[in-house]
Structure formats: structure tokens, C-alpha cells
């Protein structure tokens, strides 16, 4: 199983999809973003994305910020004015992916603007300039409404332009967002954090918890609906805390109704969930309701209590437990998800064994594990008793055999069921199609007709593999 961020749950393909939207997953190869006209004397844009789902979806609302203001998408990075990185910083490795990618811009032609966004912009501010300074714009996401007045200090000659404030109290609306997938929308109900994890760098560079008004979102949910989306994923850091800061006060679980109910819309799924927010009431509502899909990703993190209370989690094993049983105990058939650390400062071999019986507890069908990497302004970055870098690697390397394995039983148990897909892809080489069924399984198959993009069809499943499905289409 992949490695990934925080939001988002493109888990279960393995690799064994072609062509899907932006996965997940911080490690994941860069998305692109170009691929405009070329024509006419416009200045010209191109934004790379590094990882989770939250920065694929600002890459698509700064790509609209520019289109708005007359800038035209470049086909290529070569070719760009203005090249921006949008950046993640959770794990080292992902922080220093990018470094090594800037280096590559060193000797950028004359006139080619290098901006660095997100989470690294804002971890490592003016930093930034000093270890690239072909680099001239620095902005962070809580800064983004900013974009337009940056960009135009920079059109009027600005060399070091920077953007990091975090104490903003609205979220950031645009008129315009590029949309990159044509049958999955992204929509962001609320930005930033105000947990505390030990590990974890988000809260730093996405600032506090921000929920955006339920006017606001339900009205980019029927445009979107009305622009033809089928499929709707609503976006947080910890989306389950949503609340509404207008006079109706809904909260997560009521929007989920509200979203679903909107005409057009035939699938609302939801990444992340923090474990402290989830209830009963979230259960209720997507078991009520055709079009809330009966996915969950619930970061767990660790099996073990003590070591939950050193990442300051703010729930024990048995809590998180009782909220699967509530999962396990609804009418609907849940896939569940969730991402793993491992080798967390003080973590023992008897900690480590509670994460894996907590793994064939839970039954999940797909995990992202990592091994835990300290990080800058985290407060566990300070704490006694790392595992070394070895025992790290050999805990990760068990937890994924593990799970391999359950994931392969869970799989095989389908052989014979028949699921709806949303055909999202095709593998012309192989002939073949793929989708995601409501519990967000990935499923290859064949059919007859010539063009299924964006359809719902009903496939029987015939083979199982650890990461995805194989059928054969029914109707
Ligand atoms: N080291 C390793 N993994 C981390 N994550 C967050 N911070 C760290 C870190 N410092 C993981 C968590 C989180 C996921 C997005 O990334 O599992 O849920
Ligand atoms: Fe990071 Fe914890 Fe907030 Fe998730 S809930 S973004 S892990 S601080």
C-alpha cells in the first residue's frame, strides 16, 4: 500500500488504474497543470503539484485565480512565464523532493517567473529565497486570496514577493476554479487545523480550522452539479469538524445531507475525518441516503494507546474501536481506510504489535503507512527514544505484509458481487475499463461499448487481487 497525506483516499488502485485524477498520495508523481491554447500573447502559466488532495484542488482554484486574470495555461513547464510549485512538507522526504526539483530552474531563462505555494512556502518562508534564489514568489495557502496583488507585484518588476500570513479568518473563495477532473469535483469546506498532533507540520502551514458558510458551498455544489459533476468529494483537513459558521449552524452531518440532496449529484464522498469528530450522526446520515457513499478514511495512526497519547490523538484504541463498531453495525457495507505511522519516538516492539492486531481487528481495506519523520515546529521533534532508522523500515515492511494480505481476503470475499462503477478510465492496451464502486474500490473490466467515460455501470466481479477488483461488466 502507498504512502500518503492526510485528506484524500485514492487508495485502493495499487497501480492498476491508467489516466485517473491526482491521487493522493504526498509521494505521488507531480500533477500537472498546463495543458492550455497556446495561442495569443498572453502571459503564460504552469503549476506542479505536490501532495494530497487539498493541493491538487488549490492548484485547480490558483489555476483559476490566473485564468481570471487574463494569464493563459502553458503546455508545457518549458514553456511557462510563471512557474509554480505547489508544495507539501509533511514528511522530509517530500520537503526535499521539492528543493531538488527547484534546482532544476537554477538557470531559468530571463523573464521566467519561479513561484513556490504551500506547505513548504510556508515552513520555510524567506528560507526559501536563500537556498533558491532564482525563486521570487513564496506564498503560502492561507495567502492565496493574495495571489492577484502578489502577481501583480511581481508584473511590476518585484523580485521577492512573499505571502505567509496565517491569521486570516476567511477562507479563500475564488470567482473561477479550473477543474482538472471532468466526473469528480473537489470542494474544500474547511481549511486548516486546530489539532495538535505531535508529528504533524499542518497546523503550522495550513493555519487554524477555518469552515467556510453553508450558503457558500452548497452553491458551488449546484454549479457544480448543473456543470455535470456526478460525484462530489468534499475537502478538510479534518472535514468532520465542519461547522457552519453562518446562522444555521449545520453541522458535518447535516451538510452531507444538504450536499446529497442537490439534483445531479450522485455520489458525496469525504477526506479526512479525524477520529475525535466522528459520530453516530455521520453514520446515520450516510446510511439514510443513497448518495453519501459508504467509504470512510479514519486516520488512525497507531494501535497503541500510550503512543496515541504522545502524538496527542485525543482518543484511545477503545474509543477508536467503538466508532468501527458503529461502522461495522450500519446497513450499508463500509470500506474503511486509514493511515498508520510507524517507529513514532518511543514506539516498542509491544506498541507496534497493538498497531498490527488493531489491523486484522479493523479489517481495512487499504492503509497508508509511513514511517514517522521528524519535522520542524512539531513538538514531538523534540522527544527521547527514536527507533532507528532500520527498525523503522523493518516495521513498515511487516505492517505492509500484513495488510497485503488482509486486503487480498477482504477482495476475494467479493468474487460475485455485483457493484455500480463510475468509469473513470481506460487502459487501451489492455482493452480495458476502469471505475470506482461507492466504497471506493477500484474495478478493471471489459465491455462491448465503444465510449463509458463518466458512465455508471453495473459490473460482476471476477477476480481479486490485494489492491483492486477485475469484472466483467452487467449492464
Ligand atoms: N512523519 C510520518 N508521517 C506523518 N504523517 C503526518 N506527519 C508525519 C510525520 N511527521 C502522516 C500521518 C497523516 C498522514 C497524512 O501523514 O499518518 O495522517
Ligand atoms: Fe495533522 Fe493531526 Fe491536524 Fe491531521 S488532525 S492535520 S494529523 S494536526
Known sequence: MGKAFDVGIDVLAGGSTAGTAPARASDMEPAMQGSGDSAGAAKSFYIETFGCQMNAHDSERVAGVLLARGYRAATTAAEADLMLYNTCSIREKAAQKVFSRLGEYRYAPKGKVIGVLGCLAQQEGEEIFERAPWVSLVCGSASYRKLPELVEQLESGGRRVMGLDLDTDETFETEITRRDNPFRAYLTIIEGCNYACSYCVVPHTRGPERSRHSDAVLSEARRLAEAGYKEIQLLGQTVNSYRDPSARGLNFAALLREVAAIDGIRRVRFTTSHPNDFTREIVEAIDDTPELCEHIHLPVQSGSTPILRAMRRTYTREEYLQKISWLRGARKDFSLTTDVIVGFPGETEADFEETITLLDTVGYDGVFSFMYSPRPNTSASSLVGAVPEEGKK??????????????????????????????DSHHAARGQWAGRTASNRVVNFVSERENLLGEFVFVKVTRAGPNSLVGEQIS
Do not use: H, M, P, S
Open 394 to 423: 523493518r516495521r513498515l515492511a511487516i505492517l505492509q505484509e500484513r495488510q497485503r494480505q488482509i486486503q487480498l481476503c477482504r477482495n476475494e470475499t467479493l468474487i460475485g458481487r455485483e457493484f455500480e462503477v463510475l468509469v
